[in-house]
């Protein structure tokens, strides 16, 4: 859910969603129980077998586009083996042979974020760090349920734990997920930054074109 357009955010809210707790504690207080699409178990068991023969620390890059910040990350963290994802095949193909970018601690995976998340948590996953960086904002009001924190996936995604790192051009989206993080006890941290290096292609387009950038970070 990465994808978006370099302008800057157009919505019809002027704060927090109004009914963003009371979608919290829904999704809090039943269980996500969409069954799993055999694409993404197959996936999954693929995540598995590479995990087991890398060896290494794991870090999560989801809604990793084209997996340019996947391949940053792991030049960044060669001693993790880093995992991006993205439903889109049509984005992760746009990728390069592996070989060409200098490490091997990493996979490009294309599955259902909904699915891969909740089977890495029965498969007790333990992740160092968790980037979800510039996720599809929905800025409409009405689709605030299509944003990662008022979704029924938003609990695994505090259940997985790690290091967390979200990054967007809207800071409305961090703040929401900030709040919805509030509910269930955690802090969190939202504030304007500079990347240094840029990582991920929407992080380029957007500093370039003058647009503040900002990021939260939580220990889940």
Known sequence: MSFANSHEIITNQDGLNENL???VNKHLAHEFRKPYQQHSIDGFKSVEQEIARAGKPIIFDSCCGVGDSTINIARQHPEHFVIGMDKSGHRLNKNEAYEQHGVDNFMLLRTDLNDFWRLALEAEFKIDKHFILYPNPWP??????????????????????????????????????SHALSIVGKSSDVKEFTPEPTITPFERKYQASGQALFQLKAQL
């Open 21 to 23: 707790d009371d979608i």
């Open 140 to 177: 409409k009001a009405k689709h605030i349920q299509r944003r990662w924190h008022g979704s029924a996936v938003f609990p695994t995604i505090v259940a997985l734990g790690g290091e967390l790192e979200m990054r967007s051009n809207w800071r409305l989206y961090l703040d929401e997920f």
